[in-house]
T-cell receptor, first 113, second 111 residues
Framework: GAGVSQSPSNKVTEKGKDVELRCDPI?????LYWYRQSLGQGLEFLIYFQGNSAPDKSGLPSDRFSAERTGGSVSTLTIQRTQQEDSAVYLC???????????FGQGTRLTVV | KQEVTQIPAALSVPEGENLVLNCSFTDSAIYNLQWFRQDPGKGLTSLLL???SQREQTSGRLNASLDKSSGRSTLYIAASQPGDSATYLCAVRDSNYQLIWGAGTKLIIKP
């Protein structure tokens, strides 16, 4: 596709379960970001991948959160043992390079019940 | 530490008016500044990107300016329409290539 694609668009999960969120960046984009946005709040940085460099994980809120980017393309954000406070919209963005224009996906709305 | 502030937090104007949204940042060492809009329950749509060496960018009824030395950017919307109603976010790309976000301006255009 032409844009950043995220799946699923909505996910409802029970507290304590693990979830995986997927992001397909725009083809050729070397930079990939994950953010989350809680209801009525601003964007919270989670993790940043740039090419083959070690990712910037400084925004991950706990060790229950992890992310991978395979082959420099698709990224998966994994949340283990989900808690209700993990409920938010998880947004992924990609850029052609490190300091270039960012394009966002439509997000995954995660609800932990 | 870079901080980004957007003023006002909310704005409601009648249709047809021209308006200005403000964004300020504390550290002038930026790569670029990007304006986005976010519709309720949706992702972010990129509106304009201004590189640090540029002064302004235009797209249709939108014009964004950048004064890096004073740490300010404005988004000018001409002849506003109800479809412009959204939350407008500005983000600066800092020296670590991170996007640093403002809290947004919620804009309502009244028909």
């Amino acid at each position: 596709g032409a844009g950043v694609s995220q799946s699923p668009s909505n996910k409802v999960t029970e507290k304590g379960k693990d979830v995986e969120l997927r992001c397909d960046p725009i083809s050729g984009h070397t930079a990939l970001y994950w953010y989350r946005q809680s209801l009525g709040q601003g964007l919270e940085f989670l993790i940043y991948f740039q090419g083959n460099s070690a990712p910037d994980k400084s925004g991950l809120p706990s060790d229950r959160f992890s992310a991978e980017r395979t082959g420099g393309s698709v990224s998966t954000l994994t949340i283990q043992r989900t808690q209700q406070e993990d409920s938010a919209v998880y947004l992924c963005a990609s850029s052609p390079g490190a300091g270039t224009e960012a394009f966002f996906g439509q997000g995954t709305r995660l609800t932990v019940v | 530490k870079q901080e980004v502030t957007q003023i006002p937090a909310a704005l409601s104007v009648p249709e047809g008016e021209n308006l200005v949204l403000n964004c300020s940042f504390t550290d002038s060492a930026i790569y670029n500044l990007q304006w986005f809009r976010q519709d309720p329950g949706k992702g972010l749509t990129s509106l304009l990107l201004i590189q640090s060496s540029q002064r302004e960018q235009t797209s249709g009824r939108l014009n964004a300016s950048l004064d890096k030395s004073s740490g300010r950017s404005t988004l000018y919307i001409a002849a506003s329409q109800p479809g412009d109603s959204a939350t407008y976010l500005c983000a600066v790309r800092d020296s670590n290539y991170q996007l640093i976000w403002g809290a947004g301006t919620k804009l309502i255009i009244k028909p």
